[in-house]
């Protein structure tokens, strides 16, 4: 991120620009994927154009996040990164898993692994971007709380301090918030996915005999 307000700016202008540009193209494969005959040609590369567009949406919304979280909010992309980025993919992997055959298992395992492997990228992810607001902003997640809620109660708190560095200071604590909630639904995902691989191994085993 660079330092100077002009440029962060047009940097985020810039941004913003891709991330509409993106997110055209991004539901333009969705919809592809959608309509896509099973076992033609063309599908491993739809998915991989679809899994380049998702990572791409990943950076720029992260870089617009970091830069200035009151243009993020404004623009909604916390709310778009998780959508498009996170939650439609597992989604996606969670409805192929109930669909999978019990004879089926290495197709079974590959998609397990695949859920897997975005769990723990999204998991990453948003612990390195708690970390990264908590270090910008010198926020103590143990008083950041007790600290909003009395500004709010005493506005003239804030009289000697910026109100604009407050107001950063609060949507911060806020998008963390978020941003924890968000670690819980993976937590959540993985308790759900252990107890799937469970029962997806006892069908195989009844089926096997």
């Given at each position: 991120m660079t330092t100077n307000v002009s440029e962060?700016?047009?940097?985020?202008?810039?941004?913003?620009t891709d991330a509409s540009e993106l997110e055209r193209e991004f539901?333009?494969?969705?919809?592809?994927?959608?309509?896509?005959?099973?076992?033609?040609?063309?599908?491993?590369?739809?998915?991989?154009?679809?899994?380049?567009l998702r990572n791409s949406l990943k950076d720029v919304y992260e870089d617009i996040l970091l830069i200035d979280l009151k243009?993020?909010?404004?623009?909604?992309?916390e709310e778009k990164l998780w959508r498009n980025v996170f939650y439609s993919h597992m989604e996606?992997?969670?409805?192929?898993?109930?669909?999978?055959?019990?004879e089926k298992?290495?197709?079974?395992?590959?998609?397990?692994?695949?859920?897997c492997r975005y769990l723990d990228l999204g998991t990453g992810f948003y612990h390195t971007i708690v970390d990264n607001l908590k270090i910008r902003e010198n926020i103590d997640l143990d008083r950041i709380g007790i600290e909003v809620f009395k500004n709010n109660?005493?506005?003239?708190?804030?009289?000697?301090?910026?109100?604009?560095?407050?107001?950063?200071?609060?949507?911060?604590?806020?998008?963390?918030?978020?941003?924890?909630?968000?670690l819980g639904d993976f937590a959540r995902y993985r308790e759900t996915l252990l107890v799937k691989l469970q029962g997806f191994i006892v069908r195989t085993v009844i089926v096997g005999f």
């Open positions: 962060d700016r047009k940097t985020l202008k810039e941004l913003l539901l333009k494969k969705q919809e592809q994927q959608k309509k896509r005959v099973k076992g033609t040609e063309n599908n491993a590369d739809l998915d991989d154009d679809t899994e380049f243009t993020a909010n404004e623009n909604y992309i996606e992997l969670r409805q192929k898993l109930r669909k999978v055959k019990p298992a290495i197709e079974y395992q590959a998609t397990y692994l695949e859920l109660v005493n506005p003239s708190a804030t009289a000697s301090r910026s109100v604009s560095k407050y107001r950063r200071r609060e949507l911060t604590a806020e998008y963390i918030q978020r941003c924890l909630i968000h």
